[in-house]
T-cell receptor, first 111, second 110 residues
Framework: DAGITQSPRHKVTETGTPVTLRCHQT?????MYWYRQDPGHGLRLIHYSYGVKDTDKGEVSDGYSVSRSKTEDFLLTLESATSSQTSVYFC??????????FGPGTRLTVT | GQQVMQIPQYQHVQEGEDFTTYCNSSTTLSNIQWYKQRPGGHPVFLIQLVKSGEVKKQKRLTFQFGEAKKNSSLHITATQTTDVGTYFC??????????FGQGTRLTINP
């Protein structure tokens, strides 16, 4: 497996609180992605990055922001968590725009 | 925007039976990728198809890309319990974004 870690792996938080998820890679890949996975929806892209400080929105970006200040770290922030953001979040990396390598995932529950 | 539809959503087979999942896009794809996710795990890249009509094999798995580059299929011959999981197709929307199908969850009766 590619060197990708996500933290935390599990989190329970209350509605209205901010939450930050971290993705860390040791592969020096250029592209990094945040997806959410929900039953019946597959994987949906939230935001992605094509370089340090270069980010763009995916199909489900409302309520989420991202930052990438270093090649190895890509942060996903839920500005004010809602129950609809309860999901499993996956980070992925890619160097060549071909295959993506996924992290182990973060299970987030918003109560 | 581009949509990628995958059918069936679920498939249960007896061990040894064949399995096929189909992927259809609303637009022409530059390429199609397939991933496998084991229960409780993360998606793992299987293969990428690029050419119209391309067929690739990995042991018991056969991947096809349609002539119009709008559909694809994954066929598993003689399933084994290790094939259990969810199979996703994904196509590129623009150069940098992948759009995933909903996935086909395969369960196997040993």
């Amino acid at each position: 497996d590619a060197g990708i870690t996500q933290s935390p792996r599990h989190k329970v938080t209350e509605t209205g609180t901010p939450v930050t998820l971290r993705c860390h890679q040791t592969e020096n890949h250029r592209y990094m992605y945040w997806y959410r996975q929900d039953p019946g929806h597959g994987l949906r892209l939230i935001h992605y990055s094509y370089g340090v400080k270069d980010t763009d929105k995916g199909e489900v970006s409302d309520g989420y922001s991202v930052s990438r200040s270093k090649t190895e770290d890509f942060l996903l922030t839920l500005e004010s968590a809602t129950s609809s953001q309860t999901s499993v979040y996956f980070c992925a990396i890619s160097e060549t725009l071909s295959e993506q390598y996924f992290g182990p995932g973060t299970r987030l529950t918003v109560t | 925007g581009q949509q990628v539809m995958q059918i069936p959503q679920y498939q249960h087979v007896q061990e040894g039976e064949d399995f096929t999942t189909y992927c259809n896009s609303s637009t022409t794809l530059s390429n199609i990728q397939w991933y496998k996710q084991r229960p409780g795990g993360h998606p793992v890249f299987l293969i990428q198809l690029v050419k119209s009509g391309e067929v690739k094999k990995q042991k018991r798995l056969t991947f096809q890309f349609g002539e119009a580059k709008k559909n694809s299929s994954l066929h598993i011959t003689a399933t084994q319990t290790t094939d259990v999981g969810t199979y996703f197709c994904a196509g590129h929307q623009g150069a940098q974004k992948l759009v995933f199908g909903q996935g086909t969850r395969l369960t196997i009766n040993p």
